[in-house]
């Protein structure tokens, strides 16, 4: 070896040994809800995470609770208070630049776009969901649909029923079932898993253009056709079990596999559910259709993550949503969580049955954004339909949902 080769050897291993320290003294928090058996699809992204950035110590930390309910509250918290996470789960959306964006506290990510040249790999839709006045503000990892009924094909045949196409014919398919003894032919949980069933009756019964024309302010919420979402949804309710308050999303979908209910309304998460952590095989064990009156729609929202303003560890968020919005690492989450990928060129071979046909769905139906999960709506309207929601289950008074439905879009500033 001469000289030369010494010192540039050296050099190489001097400058390998500076690139690991520096990796090692990095740390990256991750803040999300995915805990427990929400939990497999980020931990395989962690898990190429800490393959890629050896030194990294992650931090991967959850606040357990379907749809974030929990989870957002602490956020909220931490991002007033001066402590955000270095990059947090935020529905693609309004929750993002309704929420956060306009707050002045997301970090713009186009030059990593650029860099990335992710222009050419999102549905330019999508990254107009995160985009507000010329910045882009998170990485969306997936997209889920909203608005899928879920059925066991063993039960409808035991009941001699098929999968309702609309809400009327849901309401008597219903009336069958409970005269053959099907005490709740649909199965529901806690209250934003109720407000899903609102919301994909709200498409149903206004359209996609109806739908759209709310969240823009065109439509109030007092209109009679959207007093009519409620009644509607007043009859779907007659249907379900009354014990929902209590259960988690996972427990309501428990009892139709169990074979107790025949119907479950829930975003497709159920799908990575069933088929990740209850190994069952889709269209056989577990069956699907859009939820009733909603074929041509897809009712979608997206998991995002971005940077905080003023955190830490710039480097190591940077890494992670170059990793988020990468082919592998949507290839490597979607097929686990249910949903399908946010670009546009992922593998579907690696996608089960069901996803397979999400993804063909999301090219050929209309789009409109899911409220409960932030897509149409800001937080401040998405969190204080909960408690609209919870009056109008004990009193069925479609009216008065409406008005307060549109007090609440007034103070929330919907549409303006
Ligand atoms: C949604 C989220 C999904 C899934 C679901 C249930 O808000 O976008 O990824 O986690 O909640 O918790």
């Known amino acids: 070896?001469?000289?030369?080769?010494?010192?540039?050897?050296?050099?190489?291993?001097?400058?390998?040994?500076?690139?690991?320290?520096?990796?090692?003294?990095?740390?990256?928090?991750?803040?999300?809800?995915?805990?427990?058996?929400?939990?497999?699809?980020?931990?395989?992204l962690v898990k190429m995470y800490e393959a890629q950035y050896p030194g990294v110590k992650v931090d991967n930390a959850t606040v357990t609770?379907?749809?974030?309910?929990?989870?957002?509250?602490?956020?909220?918290?931490?991002?007033?208070g001066g402590d955000p996470p270095d990059s947090f789960q935020v529905h693609a959306g309004q929750e993002l630049t309704g929420t956060w964006v306009v707050a002045d506290r997301m970090?713009?990510?186009?030059?990593?776009?650029?860099?990335?040249?992710?222009?050419?790999?999102?549905?330019?839709?999508?990254?107009?969901l995160v985009s507000y006045k010329g910045g882009i503000y998170s990485?969306?990892?997936?997209?889920?649909?909203?608005?899928?009924?879920?059925?066991?094909?063993?039960?409808?045949?035991?009941?001699?029923?098929?999968?309702?196409?609309?809400?009327?014919?849901?309401?008597?398919?219903?009336?069958?079932?409970k005269a053959k003894g099907m005490a709740t032919p649909m199965v529901m949980g806690e209250n934003w898993t109720q407000q899903m069933i609102w919301e994909s009756v709200a498409v149903g019964v206004l359209g996609p253009k109806g739908w759209s024309d709310l969240w823009s302010g065109k439509l109030k919420f007092t209109d009679p056709r959207v007093v009519g979402t409620f009644t509607t949804y007043g009859k779907v309710l007659d249907c379900a079990n009354k014990d929902a308050s209590g259960l988690s999303w996972q427990q309501a979908t428990d009892r139709l596999l169990a074979g107790?209910?025949?119907f479950?309304?829930?975003?497709?998460?159920?799908?990575?559910?069933?088929?990740?952590?209850?190994?069952?095989?889709?269209?056989?064990?577990?069956?699907?259709?859009?939820?009733?009156?909603?074929?041509?729609?897809?009712?979608?929202?997206?998991?995002?993550?971005?940077l905080p303003k003023g955190v830490k560890d710039k480097a190591e968020v940077m890494n992670w949503l170059k990793l988020l919005g990468s082919k592998e690492?949507?290839?490597?989450f979607n097929p686990l969580k249910g949903s399908i990928a946010a670009r546009t060129d992922s593998d579907v071979s690696k996608y089960s049955v069901y996803s397979q046909s999400?993804?063909?769905?999301?090219?050929?139906?209309?789009?409109?954004?899911?409220?409960?999960?932030?897509?149409?709506?800001?937080?401040?309207?998405?969190?204080?339909?909960?408690?609209?929601?919870?009056?109008?289950?004990?009193?069925?008074?479609?009216?008065?949902?409406?008005?307060?439905?549109?007090?609440?879009?007034?103070?929330s500033k919907i549409g303006m």
């Open 139 to 177: 990485v969306p990892v997936d997209v889920h649909r909203s608005n899928v009924m879920w059925y066991v094909p063993a039960t409808l045949k035991k009941y001699g029923v098929s999968a309702p196409t609309s809400w009327s014919q849901f309401v008597s398919t219903c009336a069958t079932l």
């Open 329 to 332: 690492g949507q290839d490597a």
């Open 358 to 411: 999400a993804a063909k769905d999301w090219k050929s139906k209309t789009i409109v954004g899911s409220m409960v999960h932030g897509a149409a709506a800001n937080e401040a309207f998405s969190s204080g339909f909960g408690s609209i929601n919870d009056a109008f289950v004990s009193n069925h008074d479609a009216k008065a949902a409406a008005q307060a439905a549109q007090d609440l879009a007034v103070k």
């Open 65 to 80: 609770g379907g749809a974030g309910t929990n989870a957002k509250a602490v956020l909220k918290t931490r991002m007033l």
């Open 264 to 306: 479950n309304i829930m975003g497709d998460w159920a799908a990575g559910y069933f088929t990740t952590t209850k190994k069952l095989k889709p269209g056989t064990d577990f069956a699907w259709s859009a939820s009733p009156s909603t074929n041509g729609t897809f009712i979608m929202l997206a998991d995002s993550f971005g």
């Open 107 to 128: 970090d713009d990510l186009s030059s990593l776009y650029k860099s990335e040249g992710w222009a050419a790999k999102f549905p330019k839709a999508v990254i107009d």
């Open 1 to 44: 070896m001469n000289n030369r080769t010494k010192t540039a050897l050296v050099s190489v291993t001097a400058a390998a040994l500076l690139a690991s320290a520096a990796q090692a003294a990095g740390k990256l928090e991750i803040f999300s809800w995915w805990a427990g058996d929400e939990g497999p699809a980020l931990a395989a």
């Open 260 to 262: 107790q209910a025949a």
